[in-house]
């Protein structure tokens, strides 16, 4: 065979396992009524799985308690809201209308019951209005440390990941185990690791991983094992090494603020054919929410606490602590060697809005161009956006300015 002959080889085989990866993933992304899970436990009935809303929750517990966890969020621009809107006044935002929505509709043969991590008080009144309407399904608000010494918020985050076990081992009719809960915590180590390769590599040749890719291979996580999901992006790393794809002349873009209710995808895709190449976004967020991995000896119930106090990501959705969210927010950009940054929100959502203004501060001091927007799961038309974004990125290239 002739070197040229071998290098098409690659490269078709190369592009056929790129193909079958988008594809794998596209079927998770689109499956927001959860039909391959519910079609999974009805081929074993005694298998339970739980949802959990953005941001993060401690998806080891779930598996040491028996229980598939499963991140939710909402039915983007793919499901009507009919009966979900009659829960909520018009000024929220409109993820708990296509939860409410799909609860009713069609998550109820898939899920056996719905976590919501304490982010804002739309999710605990999500988690109100499933109490009343699931009694049979379990509903759990997970209040979340905003104390970030042990002796206080170490303590009272042991005791409810400690009842989070509990609930979720009397709904799936286990004893929690141990061992499972361990080797748990050693997959979704390693995940956290090949998701933290693929935010570098991203940073490195944002050509090489576009933003829509990237954003469909985190939500693939939403619905895989660990281990599964880790196989998946290594393969991809892999395989885009060999695709040949042009770096172009785009602004390095970082997203800030969509970490709840999510874009669609074809927002995402605007973004990125209006000249941006996204280096980082706060999307999917709760795969990379832990910045380091949980020691793997000792106690893997403290090695989570631990964790979570130490190297939990900045995010809007939990309090500043010692070092102001404005500042690593410039740290990160700066890091990702952005050019600029794009604020953007789900409308009506009080954590990132209201972040919105130190940020601004902290960018314009610090002389990083940036621009805002707002969006809902369910937007529709793009023109206006990728006008805007297309601007930007050029006011970019052109002055360095947003
Ligand atoms: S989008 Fe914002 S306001 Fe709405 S549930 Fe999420 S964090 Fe809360």
């Not at 970490?259 to 980082?280: A, H, K, M």
Request: contains cysteine.
């Amino acid at each position: 065979m002739s070197n040229s002959t071998a290098t098409q080889g690659a490269s078709a085989a190369a592009q056929k396992a790129h193909a079958e990866i988008i594809e794998q993933c596209q079927r998770i992304y689109y499956d927001v009524r959860l039909e391959a899970l519910a079609q999974w436990k009805k081929e074993d009935p005694s298998r339970t799985a739980v949802g959990f809303l953005p941001v993060y929750a401690p998806r080891e517990i779930f598996v040491g308690a028996g229980v598939r966890p499963v991140a939710v969020f909402g039915g983007g621009d793919q499901v009507n809201v009919i009966c979900g809107d009659s829960f909520y006044q018009s000024y929220i935002c409109h993820l708990p209308r296509s939860v409410v929505e799909l609860g009713l509709t069609s998550w109820k043969s898939a899920l056996d019951g719905l976590v919501c991590p304490a982010i804002c008080d739309v999710i605990r009144n999500v988690s109100g209005v499933w109490q009343v309407l699931f009694k049979d399904k379990l509903t759990y608000f997970l209040d979340l440390p905003q104390n970030f010494d042990s002796a206080v918020g170490g303590k009272f985050y042991r005791r409810q990941l400690e009842e989070l076990a509990e609930r979720l081992c009397q709904m799936s009719r286990t004893k929690f185990d141990q061992d499972r809960f361990a080797e748990a915590l050693r997959s979704y180590n390693r995940n956290r690791r090949a998701v933290r390769a693929l935010c570098n590599l991203r940073v490195d040749k944002p050509h090489w991983v576009p933003a829509w890719e990237f954003y469909l291979l985190m939500r693939a996580g939403d619905q895989m094992d660990a281990d599964g999901h880790s196989e998946i992006l290594l393969k991809y790393m892999d395989v885009v090494s060999e695709l040949d794809r042009a770096e172009q002349d785009n602004a390095r873009i970082m997203i800030v603020g969509g970490f709840c209710e999510q874009p669609p995808l074809n927002l995402i895709r605007t973004i990125e054919r209006s000249g941006c190449y996204l280096v980082d976004d706060d999307f999917t967020l709760g795969a990379r929410f832990l910045e380091a991995d949980a020691a793997e000896d000792g106690d893997p119930l403290q090695a989570l606490v631990d964790v979570y106090l130490r190297h939990s990501t900045y995010s809007s959705v939990k309090y500043e602590g010692d070092v102001p969210k404005s500042k690593q927010l410039v740290e990160t950009a700066r890091d990702r060697r952005a050019d600029g940054v794009l604020l953007m929100s789900p409308s009506f959502c009080d954590p990132s809005l209201l972040d919105r203004p130190h940020f601004q501060r902290a960018l314009e001091d610090a002389g990083i161009p940036y621009s805002t927007l707002q969006y809902a799961e369910n937007l529709g038309q793009f023109g206006p956006i990728r006008e805007q974004t297309g601007t930007f990125a050029e006011a970019i290239k052109l002055w360095g300015e947003g």
